[in-house]
């Protein structure tokens, strides 16, 4: 399914199966995955933007304000946060605990959420501890 890279090669031969059992309780890991789309979302649900006034005339309820100066650049700074397409990206867990191992069904229970939805494939590595 995957490639990864290691330092020792001599600890492995070729098209080798690495299963659960190259893990123990009790050890960290990260974790990587696809997270869940949410499709295009507004700036408030994009970025955790708060909402304008909601009375008196106020038209700015869950407007992004604000873009950028006026005439003196002209244009809108690369990078800026506005509305656009939520989720859908490579994201990593890290630090999960090991809780169980279950090499009869090949399943490691680790201790807090992953990225994605059920089904989705997963990059487990030892976590790197400095």
Same mark, same amino acid.
């Given at each position: +399914?995957?490639?990864?890279?290691?330092?020792?090669? %001599?600890?492995?031969? =070729? *098209? @080798?199966?690495?299963?659960? &059992?190259?893990?123990?309780?009790?050890?960290?890991?990260?974790?990587?995955?696809?997270?869940?789309?949410?499709?295009?979302?507004?700036?408030?649900?994009?970025?955790?933007?708060?909402?304008?006034? +909601?009375?008196?005339?106020?038209?700015?309820?869950? %407007?992004?304000?604000? =873009? *950028? @100066?006026?005439?003196?650049? &002209?244009?809108?700074?690369?990078?800026?946060?506005?509305?656009?397409?939520?989720?859908?990206?490579?994201?990593?867990?890290?630090?999960?605990?090991?809780?169980?191992?279950?090499?009869?069904?090949?399943?490691?229970?680790?201790?807090?959420?992953?990225?994605?939805?059920?089904?989705?494939?997963?990059?487990?590595?030892?976590?790197?501890?400095?």
């Amino acid at each position: +399914m995957k490639e990864y890279h290691v330092s020792n090669t %001599e600890d492995f031969t =070729i *098209g @080798q199966t690495i299963d659960v &059992g190259t893990f123990t309780e009790g050890q960290f890991v990260d974790i990587s995955g696809k997270s869940i789309g949410k499709g295009f979302a507004g700036n408030m649900k994009r970025h955790n933007y708060s909402r304008g006034p +909601m009375s008196h005339g106020s038209k700015n309820h869950r %407007e992004p304000g604000s =873009i *950028g @100066q006026g005439s003196t650049t &002209g244009r809108v700074y690369p990078g800026k946060k506005m509305a656009g397409k939520l989720g859908d990206q490579q994201m990593t867990v890290s630090n999960l605990k090991i809780l169980k191992i279950d090499t009869k069904e090949h399943l490691l229970i680790v201790k807090g959420a992953v990225p994605g939805k059920p089904g989705n494939l997963l990059s487990i590595r030892p976590t790197k501890r400095v």
